[in-house]
C-alpha cells in the first residue's frame, strides 16, 4: 500500500461515515422505515470493515483500534491523518 491507496481508502471511509450519518438524521424522524434500516447496517458494516482494513495498513483512526500487545501505546506514531499524514 502506498500515500496514493492510504489517501483513496481515507475519503472511502469519509464518504461511508458521512451515508451513515445522513441515515441516521433520517431514521430520526422514520424510525420504521425497513429499507432505511438495511441501509443504515449494511454501511455500518462497510465503515467498519473499511475502518480495519485501514488500521491494518496504516494505523488506527480512533484509539479504540490501537494495539497495546506490541508492549506501548502505539497511538502515537504518526504522521496522524488530521497532520497531512493522508
Not at 438524521?25 to 473499511?50: F, G, R, V
Not at 496504516?58 to 483500534?65: I, T
Request: aromatic content about 18%; some cysteine; overall charge negative.
Amino acid at each position: 500500500m502506498n500515500q496514493a491507496d492510504k489517501t483513496k481508502m481515507m475519503r472511502y471511509i469519509q464518504e461511508l461515515g458521512f451515508a451513515i450519518d445522513d441515515v441516521v438524521l433520517y431514521l430520526d424522524t422514520h424510525p420504521k422505515d425497513q429499507d432505511a434500516l438495511m441501509y443504515y447496517e449494511k454501511y455500518k458494516k462497510m465503515y467498519k470493515e473499511a475502518r480495519k482494513e485501514y488500521t491494518k495498513y496504516f494505523g488506527p483512526l480512533v484509539n479504540e483500534n490501537v494495539n497495546v500487545e506490541c508492549g506501548y501505546w502505539s497511538w502515537v506514531e504518526g504522521p496522524w491523518p488530521w497532520e497531512g499524514g493522508c
